[in-house]
């Protein structure tokens, strides 16, 4: 996750949210970095927010530069199209291609796959980020890679443990580990007087 390039569309195809919610903290500050006026938006797939999203993204405010759209739970979000209900996906493929430069999409997909009809109507022009599921002959360098990222040191008995009590994804390694960190860290941390 830290070499992860911010695109302007992003799907992250996962059933946990934990690496979505770390690439949504990447994108915040990336589009706060620019230090130009910005719009955080944030859809949580209620009724009518695909409609909404439609009105806020093809209807651009005139006090913020940019804009961020986060959608969290994309398979509900994007039903109409992934089922083949709703509006025509050529004029949604018009439109969503050619989003401006100033617009920023990440969507988690709570799902392992994202639908070709979901994908097409970005034209092309959608990163794809599917998390990782780890077979048993993979869990160890999986887990070592997360040790990595989080900037944590285990054992041989803490990777055995770990390795039989967490199940074998990314999301999952990732999320325990900070855990672990924060936690040590409030433990063996001096408590200042």
Not at 72 to 97: A, R
Not at 98 to 127: M, R, T
Request: proline content about 4%; some cysteine.
């Amino acid at each position: 996750m830290i070499g992860i390039k911010i695109t302007s569309n992003c799907f992250v195809a996962a059933k946990e949210s934990y690496e979505f919610e770390i690439l949504a903290e990447k994108y915040k500050d990336s589009i706060r970095k620019t230090g130009e006026s910005h719009e955080i938006v944030i859809f949580v797939s209620e009724p009518g927010d695909f409609e909404r999203f439609q009105s806020e993204a093809f209807n651009l405010d005139i006090f913020s530069n940019r804009k961020l759209f986060i959608i969290k739970s994309g398979l509900e979000f994007f039903k109409p199209i992934s089922t083949g209900k709703g509006k025509n996906n050529e004029s949604l493929q018009k439109q969503f291609s050619n989003f401006p430069d100033s617009i920023q999409l990440l969507i988690h997909y709570n799902h392992w796959e994202v639908p070709n009809k979901v994908l097409q109507i970005f034209g092309g022009k959608a990163n794809l980020i599917k998390t990782k599921n780890f077979y048993p002959n993979e869990t160890r360098g999986g887990l070592l890679q997360a040790c990595k990222e989080i900037g944590v040191q285990l054992d041989e008995d803490a990777i055995d443990e770990f390795l039989h009590k967490i199940p074998p994804s990314m999301g999952a390694y990732l999320q325990s580990l900070s855990k672990l960190k924060l936690y040590l860290s409030k433990k063996f941390l001096p408590n200042k007087i």
